[in-house]
Nanobody, 113 residues
Framework: QVQLVESGGGLVQPGGSLRLSCAASESIFRWYEIGWYRQAPGKQRELVATITSGHTTNYADSVKGRFTISRDNAKNTVYLQMNSRNPEDTAVYYC???????WGQGTQVTVSS
């Protein structure tokens, strides 16, 4: 089955930008709807954004206007561009093949001065 690997996490200052990547192991990935989720310490995992195979996107209200999800099917990769970061965005970010049990291992993002 397809495997998902996230990368691009790290420490960023408030107001800064970061781009996460989710790389898939198979080209059939292009037909999948992919979601980015995040889980902050002591909180439940929550949906951040999704993108369909037709590039239709959906965002949580908390990130609308700040985050952008996109995909490059030639590279089997989905991206999450995060701008105007604030400390509440600190979490482990996961990519997920929607409607399946397939998750990546997660990448830590910390927003701090």
């Amino acid at each position: 089955q397809v495997q998902l690997v996230e990368s691009g996490g790290g420490l960023v200052q408030p107001g800064g930008s970061l781009r996460l990547s989710c790389a898939a192991s198979e080209s059939i990935f292009r037909w999948y709807e992919i979601g980015w989720y995040r889980q902050a310490p002591g909180k439940q995992r929550e949906l951040v954004a999704t993108i369909t195979s037709g590039h239709t996107t959906n965002y949580a209200d908390s990130v609308k206007g700040r985050f952008t999800i996109s995909r490059d099917n030639a590279k089997n990769t989905v991206y999450l561009q995060m701008n105007s970061r604030n400390p509440e965005d600190t979490a482990v970010y996961y990519c997920h093949k929607q409607y399946s049990g397939i998750w990546g291992q997660g990448t830590q993002v910390t927003v701090s001065s």
